[in-house]
């Protein structure tokens, strides 16, 4: 039991490193459309660091809150796209 | 049910960690806004898939070795967070690459684009539309 805890540890600090190289990206991105895409990719990745963590420490309150980010995030990258839709023109 | 740890876990654990590699690789290797939307959703979509059926194969392993109803309750909940994140990841794509479209961006390697003529015409019928309504006011 306790080996498969230490290895969603293990995943989850991988992509936590993962994340971190998508901030990357959003801050380097040449356009705001990439830096949109960037926060999306980090945004699916912070839900799946939660889900693994829920099982590595025994807590079903982190996969609740991966829904409610989930959500959340949803309408964040709607209104993104809205913004960068609206502000060309 | 040791077994179900080296036959299942681990490589649910190793194909999420490689697929969101790629994911997040394609960020750094490609051109392109839309080249760098193709790859890192989908990669990053499907390695999330795989991460939480490694969560659901341990609840299941969890609930055989007697850990009672609480493990029910995680495989509910992560469907629920699964079935969100694979209509919402899908859906944001989309109205980003749209929006990436229509902000001017155009795509770099792309030999015909049939995308212009529909938004050229929409365009005219949102021209027409504000005409009519301010000969309304007037």
């Known amino acids: 039991m306790t080996f498969a805890r230490s290895l969603f540890c293990f995943a989850a600090a991988w992509l936590g490193v993962l994340a971190f190289g998508s901030v990357l990206r959003m801050i380097q991105g040449p356009t705001d459309a990439d830096r949109a895409v960037a926060l999306d990719t980090m945004n699916s990745l912070v839900i799946a660091i939660m889900i693994l963590l829920s099982a590595a420490f025994d807590s079903i309150l982190l996969v609740d809150l991966a829904i409610v980010y989930g959500g959340l995030s949803f309408v964040a990258t709607m209104y993104l796209g809205r913004y960068i839709e609206r502000r060309s023109r | 049910m040791s077994w179900m740890i080296n036959v299942l876990i681990i490589p649910f654990i ?125």
């Open chain 2, 14 to 138: 190793v194909l999420g960690i490689v697929v969101n590699s790629l994911g997040v690789i394609s960020l750094f290797r490609f051109k392109d806004v839309y080249m760098r939307m193709h790859g890192a959703t989908k990669c990053s979509t499907l390695g999330t898939i795989f991460c939480a059926l490694a969560v659901i194969v341990y609840s299941i392993m969890q609930l055989g070795a007697g850990g009672g109803v609480r493990f029910v309750v995680l495989i509910i909940h992560i469907v629920l967070a699964l079935f969100g994140l694979l209509i919402g990841n899908s859906t944001s794509a989309h109205v980003l690459s749209r929006a990436a479209y229509r902000s001017g961006i155009l795509p770099k390697m792309a030999v015909i684009d049939e995308y212009a003529e529909f938004c050229k015409k929409e365009l005219e019928a949102e021209h027409a539309e504000a005409e009519a309504k301010n000969e309304e006011v007037e």
